[in-house]
């Protein structure tokens, strides 16, 4: 059973080719695939037409937004997702833009780099700012990365919400985290973090609607995909009524209203009056040398698992 790997995969596939030897198919031979690992070219019946043989795509990553389920299920083509290599990574990454909003570190830098005064003894700090310890963090989607979000954040927090239509079972320790439902946690939470699936039912999930019911000024992080936000001029008005007082994100850009919209120019202009205010990161979260190595280890096994028919449940999607 042959093995390729899609035409944009960022790297050489030195390490697959050390783990597949030649079942592994160069690009000139990819259409002879009967096991694809898939990085993130769309992969519909455009893409597909071409694969006579395949039976088998593995996505690197834990989403497949990406992939035409309808014509897999219609093609019989099996589908597997990697979940499991970097969602500490992500976590961490969710963690790192809340505590910079919180303890407002980007934008003291750039106070210090603008003043000419001996700032550090003539200013106290911003009237707004709060203590995280006070705060309440909402978590939208309770998965492995907002579960491990939870976990990672419990301590500093006063009291973590969380959405999900499954009940999670934390640690006893974890004392301060409650199943909320949704409208309860977008009035109740200071900090709000997204860790959605992207699907029929989650695009679009923050949408005018929700960002009215928020109360007070609030910190949102997308750390998942653009098209759980619905409109990305909403979210900048949303901004300059200080609804939404930070917003962090680290998504990849597919579409041109995003990349047109009004949040999107304020981050890159030099009006520091709300380009402090946004963060955004090119859809990286998931990556550190050991997670990379990790994924990449992880997909080129779960292909000789299909081989040898060992385990072939495990993270099957279709």
């Known amino acids: 059973m042959k093995i390729g790997i899609t035409e944009d995969y960022p790297v050489k596939p030195l390490l697959e080719k050390k783990l597949l030897k030649n079942l592994l198919l160069d690009n000139k031979n990819l259409h002879k695939s009967e096991i694809l690992l898939a990085w993130r070219v769309k992969i519909d019946e455009a893409y597909l037409s071409k694969f006579k043989n395949l039976r088998f795509i593995i996505r690197y990553g834990s989403g497949y937004d990406n992939i035409d389920i309808d014509y897999l299920k219609k093609n019989r083509i099996h589908l597997f997702n990697n979940p499991d290599y970097a969602y500490r990574d992500v976590a961490e990454t969710t963690l ?19 003043t000419s005064r001996n700032f550090d003894k003539s200013f106290l700090g911003f009237d707004n700012q709060d203590s995280l310890q006070h705060m309440n963090i909402g978590i939208i989607g309770c998965g492995k990365i907002g579960s491990e979000v939870c976990r990672k954040i419990s301590p500093f927090v006063s009291k973590i ?16 985290i409650y199943k909320k439902n949704l409208n309860f946690l977008i009035k109740n939470s200071d900090i709000i973090s997204l860790h959605l699936d992207l699907n029929t039912k989650t695009k679009g999930f923050i949408n005018e609607n929700n960002l009215n019911l928020i109360k007070k000024p609030t910190i949102l992080i997308n750390a998942s995909r653009e098209e759980l936000i619905d409109n990305y001029d909403y979210l900048f008005n949303a901004i300059k009524k200080n609804i939404i007082s930070h917003v962090g994100l680290d998504i990849s850009f597919n579409h041109s ?20 205010k946004i963060i955004i990161n090119p859809h ?9 190595y990790k994924m990449r280890i992880e997909a080129a096994n779960m292909a000789l698992k299909i081989i040898k028919n060992n385990n072939t449940t495990i993270n099957k999607i279709l």
């Open 96 to 114: 790192a833009l809340i505590f910079n909003f919180v303890r407002r570190i980007s934008e003291y830098n750039q106070l210090a780099i603008d």
């Open 284 to 292: 990286v979260a998931f990556y550190s040398k050991q997670s990379f």
């Open 161 to 176: 919400f969380y959405f999900d239509k499954r009940i999670v079972n934390f640690n006893k320790k974890f004392t301060n």
């Open 257 to 276: 209203t995003t990349t047109n919209s009004k949040l999107i120019k304020a981050w890159k202009s030099k009006n520091q009056k709300y380009s402090n």
